[in-house]
């Protein structure tokens, strides 16, 4: 496969946004900031982000502190800053939402928003549901206390720090050259939406560097070996937690041994047949996913 | 710089062994093989290695069950398989080492070791490090127990299944091509041996794509803007918990605005620097770390 030298950047990440990683360290100047009008808001409740009701493309209820109807707590998760403006998420938990808004799980709507604006909500999901999991201290079973925004947790009895946790997940299209020329393996888990065909993935093990967990995970639900395993993006998912790490490799044979509690099907697929879908007909998986990027990639390059 | 197709496996990785992902989900099974004789055991003392007084290279101690003085306890940490003979991590806790043998820090002797077998010692010392940290939920609070040969932790309060933790960050060698040809940015944290520079490195924020780590950190630590981020290749860190994920990256100029909290000094060195010492008497990083391989690798490749 010929190298793409720029992926695009994917949905879910955000390259303007300043995180601000030194301010956060200053507890006085967080102070200010939470209490600085201007201040710009999202509200949340839970995992899911308010939008308007009636935006075409969707977007996501921003408030200032000035339009709060109440300070903005100590446990505002703080996010960074925009154009000098500081920007925190906010968890509503069970209040309704305002007037003419509603609270939408993110992947409903992440596709169709500006890439930076999906990045944001993205980012927001994944530290508020770190906090759900992380409210007690792993070491000694005692509870934790957000600091530095939301950026750690500490526990005030054995004095551990927890930081916020990402779990690096392989995503790969291999691909064979055969007699029939080129072809992708895609495969499909029992909890996908009928029809739909994806690329192999699994999270990557202690002790393990993301080429093995390729090769591993390969062996493991198709039965293959593969061999040119070449990087090509990741993507922030944090539906909880996930950090794909998009893979390219190549088959030694197109002789599948499908492990059926992993995965319902697996199959090979020519570029004719994903480009025809009266052909073959099956979903590729969603716009928003590297799993569909790595597809796309794959579909325009000759082999 | 020109691509290297295959980058040869980094200590602390492990390409041959099976880590029978599937079996260790039987319980009935592996209690099976934590009583077969020919099993093998690996043992610690928490995160350090029991390792033989007089082996050169270095060599762990391993025992089979029927050579213990005890049954394999339910928490002998399940490693996998090789040559159909499974293998298991013993914490052994504050008990004395075996006559002939001792304890000892992993990195003291892994990159003394052949690759594989460091890699198991990594993959052993890297589970036994979340066990430690994870023993209860951090969702409620309770007691977790171990699960799948110590692969999972189940709150049987909240029923909250809990993961092996790996935390990717990037780590990047930075080049910048100027009037004195080209030049790599390495720097010093305070926490350095004297005289001894590496590439720049930085945990992945929940949120965030590779990419935008490396870009992220390099302007926070070093204040300069890079392009042109390539991967390179990964390793597991297991010191306690990090999954190293390589790149390279082209500097848009050499300005450096240095963090001083960050580092205590960086610097660009021409590549006839970095090959004699005499010339900059820096110490470069431990022969088993990916910083001394991606420094390596930019010093045998012309600009």
């Given at each position: 496969m010929?190298r793409?030298?720029?992926?695009?950047p994917?949905?879910?990440?955000?390259?303007a946004?300043d995180r601000a990683?030194?301010?956060r360290?200053?507890?006085?100047?967080?102070?200010e900031?939470r209490?600085?009008?201007?201040?710009?808001?999202?509200?949340?409740?839970?995992?899911?982000?308010?939008v308007?009701?009636d935006?075409?493309?969707?977007?996501?209820?921003?408030?200032?502190?000035?339009?709060?109807?109440?300070?903005?707590?100590d446990d505002?998760l703080?996010?960074g800053r925009e154009?000098?403006?500081s920007?925190?998420a906010?968890?509503?938990g069970?209040d309704?939402p305002?007037p003419g808004?509603?609270?939408?799980e993110?992947?409903?709507?992440g596709s169709?928003?500006?890439?930076?604006?999906?990045g944001?909500?993205?980012?927001?999901?994944?530290?508020?549901f770190?906090?759900?999991?992380?409210r007690f201290?792993?070491a000694?079973?005692?509870p934790?206390?957000?600091?530095?925004g939301?950026?750690v947790?500490r526990?005030h009895?054995?004095?551990?720090?927890h930081?916020p946790r990402s779990?690096?997940?392989?995503?790969?299209l291999i691909?064979?050259?055969?007699p029939r020329?080129?072809?992708?393996?895609?495969?499909?888990?029992p909890?996908?939406i009928?029809?739909m065909?994806?690329?192999?993935?699994g999270?990557?093990e202690?002790?393990e560097?993301?080429e093995?967990t390729?090769q591993?995970?390969?062996?493991e639900?198709a039965?293959i070996?593969?061999?040119?395993?070449?990087?090509?993006s990741?993507?922030p998912w944090?539906?909880?937690?996930?950090?794909?790490?998009g893979?390219h490799?190549?088959a030694?044979d197109d002789?599948?041994?499908?492990d059926?509690?992993?995965?319902e099907?697996?199959a090979?697929?020519?570029?004719d047949?994903?480009?025809?879908?009266s052909?073959r007909?099956?979903r590729?998986?969603?716009?928003?996913?590297i799993?569909?990027?790595?597809?796309?990639?794959?579909l325009v390059?000759?082999?």
């Amino acid at each position: 496969m010929r190298r793409l030298s720029n992926p695009p950047p994917h949905v879910y990440a955000n390259r303007a946004f300043d995180r601000a990683a030194k301010a956060r360290t200053d507890a006085a100047w967080l102070a200010e900031e939470r209490q600085r009008p201007t201040t710009r808001v999202l509200l949340m409740s839970g995992l899911r982000v308010m939008v308007l009701d009636d935006a075409d493309p969707p977007c996501a209820l921003w408030l200032t502190v000035s339009e709060l109807d109440r300070p903005l707590s100590d446990d505002a998760l703080f996010l960074g800053r925009e154009h000098g403006v500081s920007a925190f998420a906010l968890d509503l938990g069970q209040d309704q939402p305002r007037p003419g808004a509603r609270f939408v799980e993110l992947r409903t709507v992440g596709s169709l928003m500006p890439a930076d604006e999906a990045g944001l909500l993205a980012y927001s999901r994944g530290l508020i549901f770190w906090h759900q999991r992380h409210r007690f201290c792993g070491a000694c079973g005692h509870p934790t206390r957000p600091e530095q925004g939301g950026h750690v947790r500490r526990c005030h009895h054995c004095n551990s720090l927890h930081f916020p946790r990402s779990d690096p997940a392989v995503i790969v299209l291999i691909t064979h050259h055969g007699p029939r020329g080129e072809r992708c393996l895609l495969g499909r888990s029992p909890r996908f939406i009928p029809n739909m065909y994806s690329t192999l993935a699994g999270f990557v093990e202690p002790g393990e560097s993301l080429e093995e967990t390729v090769q591993r995970e390969v062996h493991e639900e198709a039965g293959i070996h593969v061999h040119d395993i070449t990087y090509r993006s990741s993507q922030p998912w944090p539906f909880p937690a996930s950090l794909m790490l998009g893979f390219h490799a190549r088959a030694q044979d197109d002789h599948l041994m499908i492990d059926r509690n992993e995965l319902e099907d697996a199959a090979w697929f020519t570029r004719d047949e994903l480009l025809d879908p009266s052909r073959r007909p099956i979903r590729l998986p969603n716009p928003d996913s590297i799993a569909r990027h790595l597809i796309e990639e794959w579909l325009v390059n000759d082999a």
